[in-house]
């Protein structure tokens, strides 16, 4: 089996180069007066986005035989396969309305994905007994489908919104929409820098009280925030800047926070970085390079990503989670922060769709809330999986 764990995380690396060479492809669509060249790069874009994700899916399906279990247990493997619906959710609505450019921001995204499930221990390891069902594979996969094509729906609405937000001018869809990218230098700048520090195996260990008692608290990076009454047990190791919050007693809460600010420090050095190189909003640099979209076309497919994923994730989210939770804990619903927070997506894709059909709000209005529905997904993802505590937390 070791063999095969190792094919599978080759595979998985060599679908991640072939998302990014695709990348490339889809931006030499954007320069390219030429509609034939144009066509062309596009046409390859895509071709090597299906090998990509053929070789995903070679990764999937091999940790699976290794694993004896679908690989979606633990944040690595769900993460990559997040990543993987959302690649193919791109692909079915490329082949729907033909747009390039939701290949330039979609890939990224997915890359980004995979990236960040790389954060996490790798390790195959056996399933918790709550897992043992075969209503993890309906289950999790299916909601991870439904949440990856509502992720087209925010592709295609930032585009819009990078496309149509007036850059002459300040106003708050200009504050807003730098806002979200700099959420996104954010991103990139936490996996910069945890895959540095990883690179370069750097611990501090500290010791600290939690619940009353002394313990050993590892830091995987140097440490901004220190736990409260902490003291360094790593020789030569240089103390923290300042102590966490004594409210702050969970044994990784004040590492937590260290490695919030680490994220949210690096990106404000990445995304303050390429405006003074620049000199503009990162999305006025952007802005010229999308004079090709059709504003009407991507906003017709925000709204059919949200129309197709919505019901997906609703019957893998919510229906299909509350058959497994009957049968895994004798009740189908108990109020966890992952139940209430499908359930809080649940809602908020629901007022779009009804916003969207009674009310008329297309356009900017319709993208704003694409992008807030995103949002949601991620801190689900990241904040509901990390920080809080509920019966999900094997994960």
Do not use: C
């Amino acid at each position: 089996m070791g063999d095969l764990t190792n094919i599978s995380g080759n595979l998985l690396y060599v679908s991640f180069f072939t998302y990014l060479l695709a990348t490339f492809f889809f931006g030499g669509t954007i320069r390219d007066k030429k509609k034939g060249k144009s066509k062309v790069a596009g046409n390859i874009g895509i071709t090597i986005t299906i090998v990509g994700f053929l070789t995903q899916l070679g990764y999937f399906f091999t940790r699976w035989v290794a694993s004896g279990h679908a690989p979606v247990s633990n944040l690595f493997e769900y993460t990559t396969f997040f990543g993987m619906m959302l690649v193919f959710a791109f692909i079915i609505l490329y082949f729907i309305y033909r747009v390039d450019l939701l290949g330039l921001f979609a890939l990224p995204i997915a890359l980004l994905l995979i990236a960040f499930a790389s954060m996490f221990p790798t390790e195959i390891s056996p399933l918790v007994p709550s897992l043992q069902s075969h209503w993890l594979y309906i289950h999790v996969t299916t909601a991870s489908l439904g949440q990856g094509i509502l992720s087209i729906s925010f592709v295609a609405g930032l585009i819009f919104l990078i496309r149509q937000i007036d850059q002459t001018k300040r106003s708050k869809h200009t504050f807003w929409l730098e806002f979200v990218l700099y959420i996104i230098a954010v991103t990139i700048a936490f996996i910069v820098l945890s895959s540095v520090f990883s690179a370069m195996n750097y611990e501090t260990v500290f010791e600290a009280p939690v619940e009353g008692q002394p313990a050993e608290i590892t830091y995987e990076m140097p440490a901004i925030a220190g736990p409260s009454e902490g003291r360094v047990l790593t020789e030569g190791a240089t103390g923290p800047l300042f102590e966490a919050p004594q409210w702050m007693r969970g044994e990784d809460a004040a590492k937590k926070l260290n490695t919030f600010l680490w994220a949210v420090l690096g990106g404000l050095v990445l995304y303050w970085s390429a405006r003074l190189i620049f000199k503009k909003r990162i999305a006025a640099i952007i802005q010229p390079l999308l004079k090709k979209v059709n504003p009407e076309l991507v906003d017709e497919v925000s709204y059919r990503a949200v129309a197709i994923g919505f019901p997906v994730f609703t019957l893998g989210a919510l229906i299909f989670a509350m058959i497994w939770a009957q049968q895994a804990w004798d009740r189908f619903w108990g109020w966890d922060p992952k139940e209430v927070w499908a359930l809080i997506t649940f809602f908020f894709y629901a007022a779009y769709l009804h916003l969207r059909l009674s009310r008329g709000w297309q356009g900017m209005k319709s993208a704003w809330l694409a992008v807030g529905g995103f949002g949601i997904i991620m801190f689900n993802l990241i904040a509901v999986n990390l920080i809080i505590s509920g019966l999900h937390s094997y994960a």
